[in-house]
């Protein structure tokens, strides 16, 4: 029988991705929701086919913990609530699934990795590309050195955004950054994983450019990744442009993907040739995946740890912003 998943927070991502992706799915349902607006409980309710035994809000939310329909529980809030609510879930019992970023520091990240241990729980954070297969090919061609050594790494995720009122772009609070929070710890998953390395140091530089938007927050940032065999990641995140890239350079040649971390489908090349896999729906996938972890007892691929090594480089990379670019070793 198929797991059941409860989302947390109807926001953008659960009903126009997550939602739509059930019906994808192999090895897990959605059984749940926990929500503050009874509006959103009754639509979903009526939509999904979900029992009233199965809606939560925030303050009952923790006796989900008596519910059997509920096997994994997906936090899918405003950033700074994530490892909150990741900890609650692991308490009730739960297997947890969190979005990306993990949430707005090292230390409350940790402390989610360290409550779903203590609870005998798995946690998996929402890096959907890791499991996509354009990304794998990504991972094996660095791996198996195909092109020889990686040497320049040049990746953006951008999008126009900065007019927009949701949290992200105006409360500090609950987004715990701008451009880079969101969509810059693609940029840093695309060149960890490309690279198969882990920074040792950062530089970066934030830009804001249009007054009175992204209240403390930068709209724009760039940083570059240095890796300990030499290679080197320039990396960009914008909420007044337009980009979605990951191309790499190596030693005999270059390959990567555009359009890669967005929704559009990835497109891949190396050298002149174009990449050619099956798409499938990410969110099934890594849901499914997650499923298939729990059910067989195998290691999650894109596990807490994975969310908090980017915190840690998000935090060198906002630390060397602070310094006016400064080398930010980590
Ligand atoms: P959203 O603003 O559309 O939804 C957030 C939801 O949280 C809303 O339904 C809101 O009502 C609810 N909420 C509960 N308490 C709140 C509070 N105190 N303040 C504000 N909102 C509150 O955001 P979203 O785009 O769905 O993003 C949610 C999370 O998912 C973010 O962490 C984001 O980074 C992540 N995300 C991941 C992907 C991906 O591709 N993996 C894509 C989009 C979003």
């Not at 609510?85 to 019992?93: C, E, H, M, P, Q």
């Not at 695309?190 to 249009?210: C, D, I, K, L």
């Not at 240095?226 to 990641?233: L, N, Q, R, T």
């Not at 195998?298 to 310094?323: C, F, H, L, N």
């Amino acid at each position: 029988d198929k797991l059941g998943i409860a989302l947390v927070g109807l926001g953008g991502y659960s009903k126009g991705k997550l939602a739509p992706a059930f019906e994808f799915t192999k090895f897990c349902k959605l059984s749940g929701i926990v929500t503050g607006s009874p509006d959103k409980a009754k639509e979903w309710m009526e939509q999904h086919n979900i029992p009233e035994k199965n809606v939560y809000n925030y303050d009952n939310f923790d006796t989900i913990a008596d519910n059997p329909d509920i096997d994994i529980v997906y936090v899918v809030l405003p950033n700074a609530m994530h490892a909150d609510y990741v900890i609650r879930a692991a308490k009730a019992g739960k297997h947890v699934i969190c979005e990306k970023p993990f949430d707005i520091s090292v230390k409350k990240a940790q402390a989610a990795v360290d409550a779903c241990k203590a609870a005998g729980k798995l946690l998996q954070i929402g890096y959907r590309c890791q499991y996509d297969p354009f990304h794998q090919e990504i991972m094996r061609i660095g791996r198996e050195k195909v092109l020889g050594d990686i040497k320049v790494i040049r990746t953006s995720d951008s999008f126009f955004g900065v007019n927009s009122s949701n949290w992200r772009f105006t409360d500090r609070e609950l987004a715990g950054g701008g451009a880079l929070m969101d969509i810059g710890v693609y940029c840093i998953q695309g060149a960890r994983y490309s690279s198969g390395e882990e920074p040792v140091a950062v530089w970066a530089n934030t830009f804001n450019t249009y007054p009175g938007k992204m209240d403390g927050m930068e709209e724009t940032i760039t940083f570059t990744m240095e890796f300990p065999s030499g290679a080197i990641a320039n990396c960009t995140a914008s909420y007044v442009a337009r980009a979605d890239e990951l191309h790499i350079s190596a030693e005999k040649g270059n390959y990567g993907l555009e359009p890669g971390y967005g929704y559009a489908p990835p497109q891949g090349y190396m050298q002149n040739e174009k990449m050619d896999f099956e798409r499938h729906n990410q969110q099934a996938v890594q849901m499914d995946a997650f499923a298939r972890n729990i059910l067989d007892g195998t290691p999650v691929i894109a596990d807490g740890e994975e969310g908090v090594q980017d915190m840690r480089v998000i935090e060198a990379i906002y630390k060397s912003a602070k310094k006016g670019g400064k080398r930010v070793k980590l």
